[in-house]
């Protein structure tokens, strides 16, 4: 559709915005720069000529808006804004890589072929979209500033989503907090992996958003007068010593609050960080910034009293993204604990827009050593040119190191090794050499005996010891968090789970050969709830590394299996029907999908995802499996959920499709965990209240007592999440009970 005059003085204007924000951040030195950016300009104008987004603004406007978030928000130079003009034009439109080099130069062609294959990542299928974006990567160690115009370009379809229909929004923020975020942070982009992250959750969880977004907001007078209180004898004493500094108080952002409430399982109210201090100076000549920063801590920590294990030096030892700062917390009046943060301009700089600045003080100063940021790009290096895994798990790997290095350990001899925060001993041991790695059997941490399942803290001195006979054990996979750790003990598992397999089959076999019985789909349908096993594979694989023992045997093929339901549910997707109720002969009813198929061929299949054990009444989302068509039903805050949205986002059925329909004869399953005081038959009053007078089928029970506490979980058949709180309200008053809570494995 032609441009109307308005639209032309739209476009005119948003143009007239991005030659401001170059001239501010002296983007172009010449008059030869002023023309390479306005031909990038005119011929993206050009190549978009008539066409609309989705919001009905002309086309153009989305790639001035992106190359605005590269000079103002990121702070990147003439090149990166010429290639974010230019970041769709050979994706959308007849020009060719060709064309923009013989236009421009071989440099801006190479980037906007990184930008274009980009596009191309997140429309393929999953398995050839990681391969896909392997590829991509590989840019990103030659050329950082395409996946950063990459970040601008997502931040902005991010702030236009509302244009987006309802599926390809949960497709576009799985993405988006599955890559995005994890590569935001990396590259030190922190203000816009915040903002990243908000918008998601105003689209996903929109409820939830705006009940937080109104309590910040009915709050803010109360705090305001707070902050005041607590900054007034600060500014007087650093006024007295004459520094030059701006202090503000930053509330946190809508997204951490809510992550924060739901990690601590905590109320809004009790959200006690929900604002920090912050104090950013101009440095003098003399003495180093570093004792200038220490000076101020030490000006605060005169008035407030500091809590000593809350101090966090990121200037001595920065953060692998180049974050420097100096944070601490401090007892503020009224007895709340305040965090205050201390950085020099430069350091806000870094702070703020990251890469781009750490990039400009670098070049800026003499030092050639190799920083976090440098060591992170080679070893993406590195793992990007030993393809030694599928691309699947490379992306899922790659994804981990994101959020890689933030404690340093030392070997005996001293050795220094940066490892991601939450790293275990195996990580260590694993960081050092994988020999070392799959044989360990534990370690001593600054002297003292410790598995090698403990967590290390930065400054650990960590020894590794090991023994011959030793093998990496599947649990492991649960401890450790770096990528090369998790790739060496899957490696291993993954030949002896082959064995496994085959020897547990055969062992099985023989077993119900001894009983005149014949390994048959029947039996196995016994055996699998019975034993906790999702499929046959990891049935054999458990019989024969000898998790499974088969001694109750017997006892399993005489009961009869199939008098509780265990994955069938009745949900109402598009197509299907709710009228037409659904027979149930619960006895016949197996957890299987081959029973299911077989019980309902005429409405679309669908079943409970493993991972996060969706209930009635749960915020839900579809995939559906491009193969067969089956549709799998996760919670909206699954991790799986999301990983696979951002992989095969087109699969997706949005939570406004799906509906939860009335179907009293069906139980979900539902895992509940458990704490408190032992006592002598608490046991008892459990089970008694959740058979007896709830009528709740259990599944599973496992607790543990030690030290007087006993801890475990248990496996339960509910209606839906209203009974199952119900439940919960009612385990909470047994005597003894400390803490009961419905187990989310997301
Ligand atoms: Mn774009």
Redesign the pocket.
């Known amino acids: 559709m032609e441009y109307s005059p308005q639209d032309e003085i739209l476009i005119e204007e948003k143009w007239q915005e991005l030659v401001d924000a170059c001239r501010k951040n002296k983007v172009c030195r010449k008059e030869d720069d002023w023309d390479f950016v306005r031909r990038a300009y005119f011929l993206a104008k050009e190549a978009h000529k008539g066409v609309r987004r989705r919001s009905g603004e002309p086309y153009i406007i989305?790639p001035i808006e992106?190359a605005l978030i590269a000079v103002r928000e990121i702070g990147l130079g003439k090149k990166s804004v010429v290639a974010a003009l230019l970041?769709?034009v050979v994706e959308d439109t007849e020009y060719t890589v060709e064309d923009i080099e013989r236009i421009f130069s071989p440099k801006i062609a190479y980037m906007v072929d990184g930008l274009t294959k980009m596009a191309g990542v997140f429309n393929a299928d999953s398995t050839e979209q990681a391969e896909y974006f392997r590829k991509v990567l590989l840019t990103l160690s030659d050329d950082v500033r395409v996946i950063i115009i990459k970040i601008a370009?997502r931040l902005h379809?991010m702030r236009t989503l509302g244009a987006m229909p309802h599926h390809k929004q949960i497709k576009i923020t799985s993405e988006t907090i599955y890559l995005f975020v994890p590569l935001a942070y990396r590259l030190g982009l922190h203000a816009i992996k915040s903002e990243l992250e908000d918008l998601c959750m105003r689209y996903r969880f929109p409820e939830e958003y705006a009940e937080i977004k109104r309590k910040i907001d009915e709050t803010e007078p109360e705090r305001q007068q707070y902050i005041e209180r607590f900054m007034a004898p600060i500014r007087e004493v650093l006024d007295r010593n004459k520094f030059q500094y701006e202090m503000t108080a930053r509330v946190k952002s809508v997204y951490s609050i809510w992550n924060k409430m739901r990690r601590k399982e905590i109320p809004f109210e009790e959200v006690y960080d929900l604002f920090a201090i912050r104090i950013v100076f101009k440095t003098l000549p003399f003495p180093s910034e570093k004792t200038q920063c220490w000076q101020i801590y030490s000006c605060v920590t005169d008035i407030y009293t500091p809590k000593p294990d809350r101090l966090r030096d990121w200037i001595s030892i920065p953060k692998s993204n180049g974050y420097e700062a100096l944070h601490s917390t401090v007892m503020g009046p009224d007895g709340i604990w305040v965090e205050v943060q201390v950085r020099t301009e430069r350091m806000d700089d870094i702070a703020e827009r990251g890469f781009a600045a750490h990039w400009k003080y670098k070049h800026a100063s003499i030092s050639q050593e190799e920083d976090g940021l440098d060591k992170w790009l080679r070893k993406v290096r590195e793992a990007l040119s030993s393809p030694t895994e599928s691309a699947v798990e490379f992306l899922d790997n790659f994804k981990l190191s994101l959020y890689k290095s933030d404690i340093v350990v030392f070997t005996p001899k001293g050795e220094a090794h940066s490892l991601p925060y939450g790293a275990s001993v195996l990580d260590f041991a694993y960081d050092v050499h994988t020999k070392i790695g799959s044989h360990a059997i534990g370690a001593k941490i600054n002297h003292k005996m410790v598995p090698v399942t403990a967590r290390l803290n930065t400054g650990d001195q960590v020894e590794v010891i090991t023994a011959e006979s030793a093998r990496p054990k599947a649990e492991w996979l649960d401890v450790v968090v770096t990528s090369r750790a998790r790739q060496s003990i899957q490696d291993y598992l993954k030949g002896e789970r082959q064995d496994n397999i085959e020897y547990g089959m055969q062992l099985l076999e023989e077993r119900l050969k001894d009983r005149n019985v014949v390994l048959s789909g029947r039996v196995l349908r016994k055996l699998m709830p019975a034993y906790d096993c999702r499929n046959k594979d990891e049935l054999y694989s458990k019989i024969g590394a000898g998790i499974i023992t088969l001694d109750n045997l017997d006892a399993l093929l005489k009961e009869n299996s199939s008098t509780k339901i265990l994955k069938f549910w009745r949900l109402l997707l598009p197509g299907s029907k709710e009228e037409e109720d659904v027979n149930l002969d619960l006895d016949d009813v197996a957890p299987t999908l081959d029973d299911t198929i077989h019980h309902r061929v005429e409405e679309p299949e669908y079943y409970m995802a493993d991972c996060c054990e969706p209930i009635p009444g749960d915020k839900v989302v579809g995939y559906r499996d491009p193969k067969t068509g089956r549709i799998t039903i996760h919670k909206s805050t699954c991790d799986t959920l999301i990983k696979l949205a951002a992989q095969a986002g087109d699969n997706i059925i949005g939570d406004s499709e799906i509906k939860w329909s009335q179907q009293k004869a069906v139980s979900y399953l539902a895992t509940i965990e458990i704490q408190g005081v032992d006592r002598a038959g608490i046991i008892l009053d459990l089970t008694r209240l959740i058979t007896t007078d709830f009528n709740i089928n259990m599944r599973t029970i496992s607790i543990h007592s030690h030290d007087g506490i006993f801890e475990g979980t248990i496996g339960i058949y509910v209606k839906d999440i209203e009974s199952l709180n119900s439940l919960l309200d009612n385990i909470r008053h047994i005597k003894g009970v400390d803490r009961v809570k419905r187990l989310l494995s997301t």
């Open positions: 989305h992106v970041h769709d370009d379809n």
